[in-house]
């Protein structure tokens, strides 16, 4: 589901310089200063949900097209939206939101227009303009309309199914503000966006821990698992007081059991935010500061564990670059203009240079927690998977993994760039693809000249034994993975996945098991440079 989302004056992006939100199967980061409009950008998924559940259903539809207005409700209840989403300096007082999905359907609109004041919305398809009638037909396609157009031209079909698949998952939407540690000590009975706070928290607890339902039940259980994996809390129990009178949640650590909130803020809201996003089960997860109260090293473990239950993808705000280049697919940088109040959005550049991208990582702060070894893999995929392999052997502290930029970074004029890597005075491996056809297949140049480049500045480099990395993903893995779908393993020199995105294969690295991963030539070399790295500077130019 790819689509991209245009925002002209709403909020601080003006229509001079639209916003686009590109909604795609990844995890994509938006960095900025405080106040530069991070938060307003994604907020808009929180505070138009009345809109997209209007548009997820057909009853709306035929009085939207014809310009008569629906009123828009607050998320939470109440007439209209809690406060006026619109730019003050628009001159058409009108936000305007624009829905553009990047593989239109046959006989689908192109787009769709949302004009939202701070109580109405209309719609507008396409390029037409406002028709004189719009009415559902019995042709038997869900969501076909039957219009006129005011320049008096012939009735015309047209379906908007697409758009109502995106606003149904645009609905599912979870968002998870800053200060989510509200939860906790928060005014009982309320929410905090997508947060209950206090004995409506606790309820939603009980309710997963006693639900009837088996699915529910052992999300429940299953949270609790990776909690007590990730945080190092030895059979962690969670535990909500069967109490009304008392709006409580104790967890139970090495046998000792204490409130949640004397774990420290760092943990509470761990525990907090993934208890929520396990329940929901969300199609985007919409996340404020991910990184706030929390350790460096967990961060990076925090957003994946969420991720993982989203089932296209995270979108999240950060004031930390480094996060956002372990993390993100795609990196978004939000600004302001002090003068215009304006905010705008723009990519960000790639460092041109590994040298560079270790310097804006700030390598140091990672040596700091642990990090003692930089592996560089392929691509920014890879970089994910490689991450949860090194977690199954309980190396994930111990290395920076980086990606090379993709197969354009595999050349065998790269002395340049290896040499400023080796001038950090850091212990650097790598690992790339193989792509053969076959077993017997003879390696391509630029495979063969990079592994010779690395050998002569001493970076230890494995070429993979199969084609790339998703050959190495077993069938009970992806079947863990994508419990909906009947994806099929790939055969050992087979090329592209057969029907996942290439975005999600993190997710199945989430799901092997360390025996299948040591069972490779890929978890075999893992545990040879760590075992390098343990013996030490001097052991390691030996080995080599």
């Known amino acids: 589901m790819d689509w991209d989302i245009t925002l002209s004056d709403y909020r601080c992006f003006s229509a001079e310089k639209p916003a686009v939100i590109q909604l795609r199967s990844n995890k994509q980061a938006f960095v900025g200063l405080n106040n530069s409009g991070k938060s307003a950008l994604l907020r808009m998924f929180f505070e138009l949900r009345p809109v997209w559940r209007l548009l997820a259903i057909t009853d709306y539809w035929p009085s939207l097209l014809r310009g008569e207005g629906v009123v828009v409700t607050a998320p939470n209840g109440g007439n209209g939206l809690s406060e006026s989403v619109v730019r003050q300096e628009a001159r058409s007082r009108t936000a305007v939101l624009r829905f553009t999905p990047l593989r239109p359907h046959e006989g689908q609109a192109n787009f769709l227009e949302l004009h939202i004041t701070s109580s109405l919305f209309t719609c507008k398809l396409s390029n037409t303009e406002l028709p004189i009638d719009v009415s559902w037909t019995n042709t038997g396609v869900r969501g076909a309309l039957r219009y006129s157009r005011r320049d008096g031209s012939m009735r015309t079909d047209l379906a908007v199914s697409q758009f109502m698949d995106l606003f149904e998952e645009l609905s599912r939407v979870v968002y998870l503000p800053a200060a989510r540690y509200a939860a906790i000590g928060g005014p009982s009975g309320q929410e905090w966006f997508d947060v209950p706070i206090g004995s409506r928290f606790v309820h939603v607890l009980r309710g997963m821990q006693v639900s009837k339902s088996p699915a529910v039940a052992s999300r429940f259980n299953e949270v609790e698992k990776c909690l007590g994996e990730i945080l190092g809390l030895r059979g962690l129990c969670i535990a909500p007081v069967p109490d009304d009178n008392r709006h409580e949640i104790m967890v139970k650590v090495n046998g000792v059991t204490r409130q949640l909130d004397e774990l420290g803020a760092g943990v509470a809201e761990f ?144 002395a340049t760039q290896l040499s400023e890597i080796k001038r950090l005075g850091v212990p650097v491996s790598a690992i790339i693809d193989s792509d053969k056809d076959s077993e017997a ?47 099929k393993a790939m055969t050992p020199f087979e090329k592209d996945p057969k029907g996942w995105a290439k975005s999600s294969n993190w997710k199945i690295a989430r799901a092997m098991t360390k025996e299948a991963l040591l069972a490779t030539d890929i978890g075999q070399f893992l545990l040879k440079i760590a075992k390098h790295e343990d013996q030490g500077p001097a052991s390691r130019e030996t080995l080599r």
């Open 271 to 414: 525990i907090v935010s993934a208890m929520m996003v396990f329940s929901k089960q969300p199609s985007w997860l919409v996340i404020d500061e991910p990184e706030s109260h929390l350790h460096p090293a967990m961060q990076l473990k925090f957003l994946e564990l969420l991720a993982s239950q989203a089932k296209y993808g995270v979108l999240f705000a950060t004031h930390s670059l480094g996060l956002a280049r372990m993390a993100a697919d795609r990196i978004w940088i939000v600004t302001k203009d002090t003068d215009t109040e304006v905010s705008s959005v723009s990519p960000l550049a790639d460092p041109t240079t590994p040298a560079e991208l270790l310097l804006e990582l700030q390598y140091g702060s990672f040596a700091a927690i642990g990090a003692s070894h930089i592996l560089w893999v392929e691509g920014d995929t890879d970089a994910a998977v490689f991450r949860q392999w090194l977690s199954k052997l309980k190396l994930d502290l111990k290395f920076l993994v980086l990606s090379l930029g993709g197969n354009d970074g595999i050349r065998k004029d790269c």
């Open 441 to 487: 297949a003879e390696l391509q140049e630029k495979q063969k000249g990079f592994a010779s480049q690395c050998e002569r500045f001493g970076i230890d480099c494995h070429v993979t034994a199969r084609r790339a990395t998703e050959n190495y993903f077993d069938q009970a893995s992806i079947d863990e993975a994508f419990p909906a779908h009947s994806y």
